[in-house]
Each structure stands twice: as C-alpha cells, then as structure tokens.
C-alpha cells in the first residue's frame, strides 16, 4: 500500500518537473517572439 503512494507521489513530482519544463520553454518562446514584435511595432 505504502509503495503504490510513494510510487504516485514520485509520478506526480515527474509530471510536474515536465509541466514546469513545458511552461518555461514556451515562456521563454513567448519572450522572444514578443520582442520581436515589440521591435516593429516601435518602428
């Protein structure tokens, strides 16, 4: 019983670590994109 919980909170710990990864590599993106885009539009 103890080992399924542990095992599942290991799970949820890895899922979250990805979303966290996912969340900054599109942020990261977004950043760049917008700055380009902030550029022309001063222009």
Not at 20 to 41: C, I, N, P, R, V
């Amino acid at each position: 019983m103890s080992y399924a919980i542990f095992t599942g909170v290991i799970d949820k710990f890895v899922a979250k670590k990805w979303l966290k990864a996912l969340y900054y590599k599109a942020l990261s993106l977004f950043l760049k994109y917008e700055q380009k885009t902030a550029h022309f539009a001063k222009v």
